[in-house]
């Protein structure tokens, strides 16, 4: 088997971080992609290329590593305004913020893999998605597009791409979104009253996914839901 080298947007922290770990401790190359060269990042465990693209802009060139194969994880959320509750005012803005996440969430991983695979065919790929891609809440609607729009680019490049396998990974929630350690049990045990196993998921659920995602030679244009069958209630 070749050397493969793995690209990582987003590797910086959080899940982006913990999937380019993963694939250290594999003794693999890792392509660990941030915004830019003046975000902060801390020291990986091993040895990566850098490699900085802030993704609301064109996409300047590529790394100079020959990558097999690309982890989406890199994502733009952003709350916005419930289209009921939409003013003339507000039009403009929820416009722009649109535009910003289908850039950032479809339009920009798009190009990345498609200038990707023409330089070389990779081996696959595996976007981040959201478990809540196809379900619509008040305020989320750029974001909930963008994902619904990437779950429609994971199938599609799936057929353009093969032999390459392409999937996604959806997750469930996996890192609380408050500080306050009360308020975070709480809201982790809301959580966890809604899904099938009964807890909250892990970062390590996740990359657990990418990883076998990544490595499945025979599954593509697949999304496989990490959310604790949170939606199976």
Same mark, same amino acid.
């Given at each position: ?6 690209? $990582? &947007?987003?590797?910086?922290?959080? !899940? ?12 693999? #190359? ?5 915004? %830019? ?7 990986? %465990?091993?040895p990566v290329i850098d490699w900085c693209w802030d993704m #609301? ?29 939409? @003013?003339?005012?507000?039009? @403009?803005?929820?416009?722009?913020? *649109? ?12 190009? /990345?893999?498609v200038r990707l695979h023409a330089q070389h065919p990779l081996? %696959?790929?595996?976007?981040? *998605?959201?478990?809540? *891609? ?26 353009? /791409? ?9 997750? @469930? &929630? $996996? /890192?609380? %979104? ?12 809301? !959580? ?18 990418? /990883? ?6 025979? !599954?593509?244009?697949? !999304? ?8 199976? *209630?």
């Open positions: 088997m070749t050397q493969r080298t793995t690209l $990582v &947007t987003g590797a910086s922290r959080r !899940i982006g971080r913990a999937i380019a770990e993963a694939c250290l401790a594999r003794g693999e #190359t890792v392509v660990a992609h941030r915004r %830019s060269a003046t975000s902060e990042c801390a020291p990986f %465990s091993a #609301t802009q064109p996409l300047p060139g590529l790394p100079a590593a020959q990558v097999t194969d690309v982890v989406l994880n890199a994502s733009l959320f952003e709350r916005g305004y419930a289209w009921g509750a939409l @003013g003339a005012a507000e039009v @403009g803005d929820e416009r722009e913020r *649109l535009e910003r996440h289908l850039r950032v969430n479809l339009l920009a991983p798009w190009e /990345l893999v081996r %696959s790929v595996v976007m981040l *998605l959201d478990t809540y *891609l196809d379900r619509s809440f008040a305020g989320h609607a750029a974001y909930q597009v963008s994902r619904a729009a990437g779950a429609g680019m994971v199938r599609a490049l799936a057929a353009e /791409l093969a032999p390459a396998c392409v999937n996604a990974v959806a997750p @469930g &929630t $996996v /890192l609380p %979104s408050v500080r306050d350690p009360a308020e975070r049990a709480e809201q982790e045990e809301a !959580i966890a009253a809604r899904t099938v196993l009964g807890r909250m998921g892990s970062v390590d659920d996740v990359v657990q996914a990418v /990883l076998y995602l990544r490595d499945a030679a025979y !599954i593509t244009g697949e !999304i496989l839901r990490v959310d604790g069958g949170r939606f199976k *209630l």
